[in-house]
């Protein structure tokens, strides 16, 4: 066993929440902040862990259920497991392996990976580190332009489908951000930097990674056609001069002719326009809390887009999956399966390609207990019957 899987084994990991001191340990206070923080007060962000508490469940005991079966299918690929990794962006300034080893991690265990684009690896370098499916997921920052040649490398490359966030007209306001500097410490001068270089001294072996994988990442996969690699300096500029819309779906769809992912969608009538648009799913998501403060728990805006989506496309849920438990829960309510950002991130930022599979492994363990002390054999059977959900959730 490497030092770093030893570092979170048990009993120092058990569960998904000791990775954090271990990560908040390794990595300066910018980087874990802008990990572990959300948008203003960090209401919903949260309420996105808080609101699993609010659903509990019905078992059926005395049966013997056997090894159970976690295998589940999202736009046409088998996973060995009910959930995914998320896309997270500037993984890399987290560890060096950053989306590559994740994406290594969620292919050894039989499950997918979404590259952000905001990644400081070359998709063609995370999609050959992983055996599973992988998907790109778009911004339009930098034009139209950088966002079809990326599509155009992504297909290439052999990317499984595409995953359009639409929550991001601008970037929501991360307070924790500010105060740490790290709009200086990316793109400010060498002055600007100064009052915020003590957390980063402070993390000494996360500093020699850092210099070792050559600094600052740029954005390989945002090339700005005649201008050249987007730098990673003022993704908050180049988020809100490049709002998707649903306009901009129809040339996404000549570009991209396989499967459309619409991650962020939290209300009825967005679900039923995704649905109209001609994509094969969405996340429902609210960006972890990261986006609009005040906006409702993933979780909690999961019935109403069950109910408005009557199966016709497959739905996927993010925010707040912290446990097995939140894992099946979703599920219960109607999620094929869900997308994990943080709890795989804490692990990369704790021990790198190690941790990000020590969270996989607490999680596929955790969901394959619950399903055993619920009596239910497979992801496949979970539905609203084993669980009890607030009265008011019906009325959705
Ligand atoms: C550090 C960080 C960076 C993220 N970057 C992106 C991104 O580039 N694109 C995107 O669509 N979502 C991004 N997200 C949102 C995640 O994909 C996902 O919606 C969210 O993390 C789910 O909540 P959870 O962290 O509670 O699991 C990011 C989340 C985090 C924590």
């Known amino acids: 066993m490497t030092r770093a899987a030893r570092s979170v084994a048990s009993p120092n990991v058990v569960c998904i929440e000791d990775f954090r001191p271990i990560a908040r340990q390794r990595i300066p206070k910018s980087v874990f902040d802008y990990l572990d923080g959300g948008a203003e007060g960090e209401v919903t962000l949260r309420e996105n862990c808080r609101i699993f508490n609010d659903v509990t469940f019905r078992p059926r005991h005395a049966v013997d259920v056997g090894k159970c079966n976690l295998r589940t299918r999202v736009l046409g690929f088998d996973l060995a497991l009910p959930f ?9 300034l987290m560890h060096p392996g950053g989306e590559v080893a994740a994406a290594r991690a969620a292919g050894r265990a039989g499950t997918g990976y979404i590259l952000s684009t905001i990644s400081g690896h070359k998709l063609e370098d995370v999609r050959a580190g992983s055996t599973g499916p992988v998907f790109y997921q778009l911004y339009l920052m930098g034009g139209r332009g950088a966002a079809e040649a990326a599509i155009d490398r992504a297909r290439v490359a052999g990317f499984n489908g595409l995953v359009v966030t639409i929550d991001t007209p601008v970037s929501g306001i991360r ?33 020699i990674d850092y210099v070792r994988d050559g600094g600052l990442p740029g954005l390989p996969n945002v090339i700005i056609p005649g201008k050249g690699q987007m730098p990673l300096v003022d993704i908050n500029a180049a988020l809100a001069e490049s709002t998707p819309t649903w306009a901009d779906l129809k040339w996404i769809r000549e570009h991209w002719k ?46 109403e887009v069950v109910e408005a989506v009557k199966g016709r496309i497959e739905l996927l849920m993010d925010g707040g999956i912290r446990r097995g438990t939140d894992v099946v829960k979703a599920l ?7 997308l994990c950002g943080r709890a795989y991130a804490y692990g990369l930022a704790a021990a790198g390609e190690a941790g990000v599979d020590r969270a996989i492994e607490i999680l596929k363990t955790d969901v394959e207990r619950t399903l055993r ?12 019957s084993y669980v009890n959900v607030p009265k008011e959730w019906e009325a959705a």
Not at 199 to 205: E, K, L, N, T, Y
């Open 84 to 92: 995914m990794l998320a896309p997270v962006g500037y993984s890399r």
């Open 175 to 207: 307070e924790r951000d500010y105060r740490n500097g790290m709009k200086e410490l990316i793109s400010g001068s060498a002055f600007d930097k100064i009052p915020f270089l003590p957390q980063i001294f402070s993390r000494p072996g996360w500093l």
């Open 332 to 338: 219960c309510i109607g999620a094929k399966a869900v």
């Open 373 to 384: 002390l619920l009596g239910c054999p497979s992801v496949a059977e979970l539905d609203r």
């Open 258 to 303: 396989g499967p459309i992912v619409i991650k962020g969608v939290l209300t009825a009538d967005d679900a039923r326009r995704a649905i109209d648009e001609g994509v094969a799913a969405i996340s429902v998501s609210n960006h972890g809390g990261r986006q609009l403060d005040g906006l409702p728990a993933s979780l909690r805006a999961l019935p």
